[in-house]
């Protein structure tokens, strides 16, 4: 069971930042926060596409579900997908991928798992693995010189 902790008088969970890949305490029932580490708006819920929906970005520490009738065109940064309908875009999962059988998914796909059903179709890259650890702009490798 994950570990709680008392934020501002409520239980809290953990998300990581979809901006800076670092971890932040929230309030269980919050919606929308601002990171205390880059300042960029983080977006906590969970989202069901069922109809067609396009934008810059679509990034949530939640998870997305599109459904057979649902059209996504934007890069996604999320928890978990879940595909049904459509999707055109790259996606950076945190958690997986989920390709279902009456899915498409049009782009290329970093994440820890992918999913394919059989009869789903994929056009694209995968990069399948742990998330490299954020970068905080300095270097870890030591230069000697002679």
Do not use: W
């Amino acid at each position: 069971m994950p570990s709680t902790s008392k934020v501002r008088g409520g239980a809290a969970k953990q998300v990581v930042c979809t901006h800076c890949e670092r971890p932040i305490e929230v309030g269980r029932r919050a919606m929308s926060i601002f990171c205390p580490h880059c300042k960029k708006r983080l977006i906590l819920e969970d989202y069901k596409i069922t109809s067609y929906y396009a934008v810059r970005e679509f990034s949530t520490c939640g998870d997305i579900v599109v459904e057979k009738k649902g059209h996504v065109v934007a890069p996604i940064k999320v928890g978990t997908l879940t595909v049904k309908g459509k999707v055109q875009g790259t996606v950076s999962a945190r958690v997986g991928v989920k390709l279902m059988k009456t899915g498409s998914l049009q782009g290329d796909i970093e994440a820890p798992s992918f999913v394919i059903e059989p009869g789903a179709a994929y056009d694209g890259f995968v990069k399948i693995g742990p998330a490299e650890p954020p970068s905080n702009g300095k270097s870890t490798a030591k230069i000697k010189r002679s």
